[in-house]
């Protein structure tokens, strides 16, 4: 196609992160392997957008106020952050337990006995400190401080520069990148297997790829639907880490949010930029997955 070599070169240099994530996944519709990325974006100041170790990339997402549709009022952020395009993959998570000592024989076992375990379907069965030690191990990869660390008391959380969770406003306010609707798309749920993937797809079985949809109006891919994604909690106190099986009676009541929605079984009021439930941090189900975040503490973007 004569047009290859444009969303090639977009791709790569594009400077808006919508375009660069449009012309990539034109290229993997029309099954066209997408060019190496740099390791740092097109030049812009700020960036905004960053190709980083593990194939991952993140989006540059800027202060700013967005209404919302009644009853709910609306959405401010005071702060810049990067988040991930997409929704981290089992290769890049799998890549990390190998690389750890948290990646025992039974840990890559436990990831391959759930369904949804294609190379490039997003990673699931996980809980919130899974969630923790991969983001501290993408960190040292790339030279930034741990966000999270553990003690006598548990896991607790200091934002130290390095990668973390979205808070539940992060999440929201970069899903939908602007818009008041209830999608980020619009109103018509008969467009959303073209920007999701959920229950309103019954012949889904499976997750699909990650960022196989379309993306959001800021470049963001897996938004509604796929695996329903870990935000990062808002209380302070120490997170001790207990097998669900020794907390009576089976449920952890230390509750964490999850946003998005999942594959094949949440209806499509649970796909909804505003929509958000909870699990115990213990609870492993094979619908949950995460992305990653990161704060910017300048207008230079980031450090590495």
Not at 95 to 121: C, H, I, M, V, W
Not at 166 to 192: H, I, M, N, V
Request: glycine share 10%.
């Amino acid at each position: 196609t004569i047009w290859k070599p444009i969303f090639e070169d977009w791709f790569v240099n594009q400077k808006d992160p919508a375009l660069h994530s449009s012309a990539g996944y034109a290229l993997r519709k029309w099954g066209i392997e997408e060019p190496d990325l740099p390791k740092s974006s097109p030049t812009v100041d700020p960036p905004q957008w960053q190709h980083i170790q593990q194939g991952l990339t993140l989006i540059r997402v800027n202060p700013g106020e967005v209404e919302r549709l009644p009853p709910h009022g609306s959405l401010v952020l005071d702060h810049a952050f990067q988040i991930g395009d997409r929704e981290v993959s089992n290769a890049t998570y799998t890549t990390f337990l190998k690389a750890t000592s948290y990646g025992t024989p039974e840990q890559l076992r436990e990831l391959a006995s759930y369904e949804n375990r294609d190379a490039s379907q997003p990673v699931g069965g996980i809980n919130y400190f899974d969630c923790m030690r991969f983001c501290n191990w993408l960190s040292d990869e790339t030279g930034l401080r741990s966000c999270y660390y553990e003690s006598d008391a548990g896991w607790r959380f200091k934002d130290e520069g390095g990668f973390r969770l979205p808070t539940e406003q992060e999440w929201e306010f970069a899903c939908r990148a602007g818009t008041k609707t209830p999608y980020s798309f619009g109103y018509d749920e008969t467009t959303l297997t073209t920007y999701g993937y959920g229950f309103f797809d019954p012949s889904s079985p499976l997750p699909t790829a990650c960022g196989s949809t379309k993306c959001n109006g800021w470049g963001l891919f897996d938004l509604h639907g796929n695996v329903a994604e870990f935000c990062q909690r808002s209380e302070s106190e120490p997170l001790k880490e207990q097998a669900l099986e020794s907390l009576i009676p089976g449920f952890d009541p230390r509750i964490v949010n999850v946003r998005g929605g999942a594959w094949g079984i949440d209806r499509n009021q649970n796909l909804q930029s505003h929509a958000n439930w909870q699990y115990g941090v213990s609870k492993k189900w094979k619908g949950n997955g995460f992305r990653i975040a990161r704060s910017l503490t300048s207008d230079s973007g980031t450090s590495n």
